[in-house]
Every structure is written in structure tokens, then in C-alpha cells.
């Protein structure tokens, strides 16, 4: 029944902002169309164009029109928040369904599992689902043109969600259900962008500006619902288009829409969709006492240099990784272009398959158990939300159900992880590397613990994920709001949080020091 949910919301919306788009090409100007959303007041501007930020050149800005934008950011809030709950709860039952019903179905009917051929076979034909359905829908929009088309100047006009949203949702799905070391974080990104685009294409007519900002504002509305936090959503976002660990041009003015859009989006949440849930954050990274200033900035120092480095080799890693796999696809031609897609991501996903047999605590995205890294496995991973069942990981060679045994271990896991999500992002797998990295980063935080001591080792698991992730990505505040918002409440998050900080900064500035190239194609 939800998986029927998710597909009448997915043409739901990819028919409404089809209409939306064919809509606006009747608007007279760039004046709104007379036929908006009952949430909305009819708008009568005599300048749409105007929408841009004048105070940016000097001029004034109207504030009557930026009103109007910041009302449509509530609207587009809910909109995108609804869409990534939804979204969010199917993934939720898929996931339960594929690792946790049906092993328990053939056990029940056979007696016994092969952890290794069931695990296998999931990933693998998790990998020849997405091939399949990447044949179908061959160009659907990434989180890479979305970089790509923000952080242009001027900014690119996003496709119409009709024709991409619907694959988008849906391959992401398939992804993240079949254990994929990339997350729908991106992927909500996107979703929410393109809805953003498509509600301002129906208000506004064919104004780039407030396309550009509802955008962020869409993208902002959906991150949030989907990781239940607010304001870093609409952080990262905006990071995300902008190469230099800053905000991009557009964000003077989509900023504020951003941010409202995400307190939209957590309200509908928190206050009625879930409003019984605790609120907080719940990794709890352990106890560190008293830091004094000469350990922080050490700590600080050397994890935004290592995760300098680990983000660089990681990035390097997937772009020689990409051109191995495609590099025949334009050369034998047309005929021959239907194959690669189908056995390079079957490829991956047995490749996948067989890491996870060995190493089962590196499946999924990383969010679900993050937990068990954080605190060196001392939480086993069957306690977790994506935990498996002690069969399934009856094979594992560093066994997921208690503490790392020695500084291997925990290297192992590590290493093991950044391999599946090198695999997943080189075989164009759609999705998110926020929490996967974080997942990889934290048992290599734990690898050096015996040289730092056990009171800092909280404290580098905190910067050397948050370096590692803001190397790639670009987005050192909105890695850092994350990691402080999904916090437990018993985190010592004023002794930790300063080092954190230095160290994400740190690990962007110096990347881009160590290489020319990053991970996604900035157009600044």
C-alpha cells in the first residue's frame, strides 16, 4: 500500500508541476497567473523581473515583492515537506521489507539463510534494477547539474520536474532500499529544487530569480523533512553551488527564503505530522571532560588535515573509477550504449554484495547506524535502525556486533566504506554522500585512538568527520550544523563544537590546495 502511496505522490507531482510549467507559458510577461494555489493571494506586480535583490547593486529593495517571495517560501516549505515525509516513510518500509521481512520469510520456509548469497544477491540486483530503470530514464537530474547549474552566472534554468522527478524519486529509491553506500539526501535536494522551480515558473512566469530561489528554498523544505532538522538544510544548499566554502551570489536573497522554507517544513513536521516525537539529535559521541586549548587546536589541526587528505583521495578515487567504467560508452557508438549502463551497475552491485558480505555494518547510507562508528561499535549493529539480524552477518570479518578489537578492525570498516561509496558514485548510483561519509570517517577516527588518548577520541570522531565531509561537498557550516543538530543532548557540544569548526573550515581550504580539481563541477 505505501509503495502504491509513493507512486501516485511521485505522478502526482510530476503531473502538477508539468501544468505548472505549461501554465506559465500563458502568463502575460513575467506577470503571475490569476489561477494560484488557494494558499497564496492573488499578485498583481507590475515588474516581476524586479524580483532580483537591487541592494546588491545599491539600489532598494521592494519590499512588497520580497514579501511575496517569502510567503511562496512557506508554501513551497510544506509542498516539499510533505513530499520528502512521504518519501521518507516508504523508504523506511522498503528497506524493513527487503533486509528484514523476507530474510525471515526464507528462513521460516527453508530453515536456514546463506548470508553471503542473500546479501550478495540483494546488492546485485539492486544493481540491475537501477540499470534497468536508468535505461528508462537515461537523463534524470542529479545533485551534480544542480551544482552545475547554480553555481553557473547566471544561474541555469532548471528542466521541468514533470519529466524528472518521478525517476529521480524513484531510482533513489531502489538505490537506498538495496543497500547502497549513498544516501537520499541528495536526491531530496534535487526533488525539492525541482519543485521549487516548477511552483515559480506557475506564480511568477519565466523569471529566473525567483526560479533560482524557490529553488533553494524547494531544496531546503525537502533536506529538512527528510533529516528532521531545520536551518541546516537551507545551509547546505546554498554551500553546495558555491566552490569556495562560502554562498553563492544568489544567496543575499535566497537565504531568507531558504530558511523560512525550512522552518516550514519542521513545523509541518514536528507539529503535526510527528508531533509526539522527541526532539534533539541522538548520536552520543561519549564523555570528554576537560579540553584544554593546546589539545583542541591539535585535535582540530590534524582532522582538517586528514580529512584534507581522505576527502581528495576519495574524490580522485571516484573520478578514475568513472572513467574506467564509462570510458568505452561514446566510443563503439549507439549500438553498444544500452549495455554499459546495465552491467556496469550489476558490476557494482556484486562488487558491493561482496564487500557487505565481509563487512555487513557498511550497508545502507550510514544515517540509520551511525551510532554503532561513532562509539566503536560498542552499540552492535543489529540494535540500530538499519541493523541486520546476527545470521545475515554471521560472515563478517570484523564482527558488527561488538566493540573494534584493535586499531585494524576499525581501519578495515572504514576503508570498507569509502570503497562502497567510491563503487556507488563512480557507477552513477543516484544519491547522497553526507552521512556515508561521516559513517567511513568515524572508525578511522577510532584507528588512531590509542595516540591520542581515549578523552579525545570523541572529539576527533566530531572534526575528522566533519572534515571529511565538508572537503568534498564544500560545505564546512552546514556539516557542522548538522553534526551539532543531530546530537545527542548529553554531547559536550561547547567543548567540541569550537574544534569542529577549525577543522571542517580547515579541511576545505586545504583540499583545494592538495587538488585543482573537486568532486563536483563548479561553473563559478
Request: aromatic share 8%.
Amino acid at each position: 500500500m505505501k509503495a502504491w502511496s509513493f507512486l501516485i505522490l511521485s505522478l502526482s507531482c510530476s503531473s502538477t508541476t508539468a501544468f505548472l510549467t505549461t501554465s506559465s507559458s500563458r502568463a502575460v510577461g513575467n506577470r503571475p497567473l490569476s489561477t494560484i494555489s488557494s494558499l497564496h493571494t492573488k499578485r498583481e506586480w507590475s515588474n516581476a523581473p524586479a524580483l532580483q535583490a537591487h541592494a546588491i547593486s545599491g539600489g532598494s529593495i521592494d519590499i512588497r515583492q520580497e514579501n511575496e517571495i517569502l510567503k511562496s517560501s512557506i508554501t513551497v516549505g510544506v509542498i516539499t515537506a510533505l513530499m520528502g515525509f512521504v518519501y521518507g516513510k516508504i523508504l523506511g518500509q522498503s528497506v524493513k521489507t527487503v533486509w528484514t521481512i523476507l530474510p525471515n520469510l526464507i528462513i521460516k520456509r527453508l530453515g536456514s539463510i546463506n548470508p553471503a548469497l542473500f546479501i550478495t544477491g540483494m546488492c546485485t540486483m539492486g544493481g540491475l534494477l537501477v540499470g534497468l530503470l536508468s535505461l528508462r530514464f537515461p537523463s534524470t537530474f542529479t545533485v551534480a547539474d544542480f551544482v552545475s547549474s547554480f553555481s553557473a552566472a547566471p544561474a541555469k534554468t532548471l528542466p521541468l520536474s514533470g519529466d524528472h522527478l518521478l525517476p529521480l524519486l524513484l531510482l533513489s529509491l531502489v538505490t537506498s532500499t538495496f543497500g547502497f553506500s549513498v544516501g537520499p539526501e541528495a536526491p531530496m535536494v534535487c526533488a525539492g529544487a525541482l519543485i521549487g522551480a516548477s511552483l515559480s515558473r506557475h506564480w511568477y512566469g519565466a523569471n529566473n530569480e525567483s526560479q533560482e530561489t524557490l529553488a533553494y528554498a524547494g531544496a531546503a523544505g525537502a533536506l529538512t523533512a527528510f533529516m528532521g532538522i531545520p536551518i541546516a538544510g537551507s545551509i547546505f544548499a546554498l554551500e553546495l553551488t558555491c566552490a569556495n566554502a562560502g554562498l553563492p551570489k544568489a544567496g543575499g536573497r535566497a537565504l531568507a527564503p531558504s530558511i523560512i522554507s525550512s522552518i516550514s517544513a519542521i513545523t509541518l513536521i514536528r507539529g503535526l505530522l510527528l508531533p509526539s516525537k522527541a526532539v534533539g539529535g541522538h548520536f552520543a559521541y561519549g564523555t570528554v571532560g576537560a579540553l584544554s586549548g593546546r589539545a583542541m587546536i591539535l585535535v582540530a589541526l590534524t582532522c582538517g588535515a586528514g580529512g584534507a587528505v581522505i576527502g581528495t583521495l576519495f574524490h580522485q578515487v571516484v573520478a578514475m573509477m568513472k572513467s574506467v567504467a564509462w570510458r568505452n560508452n561514446a566510443v563503439k557508438g549507439e549500438k553498444s550504449s544500452w549495455k554499459r549502463p546495465l552491467l556496469v551497475k550489476t558490476l557494482i552491485g556484486l562488487a558491493v554484495g561482496i564487500i557487505s558480505t565481509n563487512y555487513p555494518q557498511t550497508l545502507f547510507w550510514g544515517e540509520g547506524s551511525l551510532q554503532m562508528v561513532i562509539d566503536g561499535q560498542k552499540t552492535a549493529f543489529s540494535a540500530t535502525k538499519h541493523g541486520l539480524s546476527d545470521i545475515l552477518t554471521s560472515a563478517a570479518r570484523v564482527n558488527p556486533s561488538v566493540p573494534f578489537g584493535n586499531s585494524a578492525a576499525a581501519v578495515q570498516v572504514g576503508i570498507a566504506k569509502l570503497i562502497s561509496i567510491a563503487l556507488a558514485c563512480a557507477g552513477k548510483f543516484p544519491g547522497g554522500i553526507i552521512f556515508p561519509l561521516f559513517f567511513a570517517t568515524a572508525p578511522l577516527a577510532h584507528a588512531f585512538g590509542s595516540l591520542i588518548g581515549s578523552d579525545l577520541v570523541p572529539v576527533a570522531v566530531f572534526c575528522l568527520m566533519g572534515a571529511t565531509q565538508a572537503s568534498v561537498t564544500r560545505t564546512p557550516l552546514a556539516t557542522v550544523l548538522m553534526l551539532t543538530l543531530t546530537a545527542s543532548a548529553a554531547t559536550e557540544l561547547s567543548v567540541m563544537l569550537p574544534a569542529c569548526m577549525i577543522s571542517s573550515y580547515l579541511g576545505v581550504f586545504l583540499s583545494r590546495q592538495l587538488s585543482s580539481k573537486s568532486y563536483f563541477g563548479y561553473k563559478e
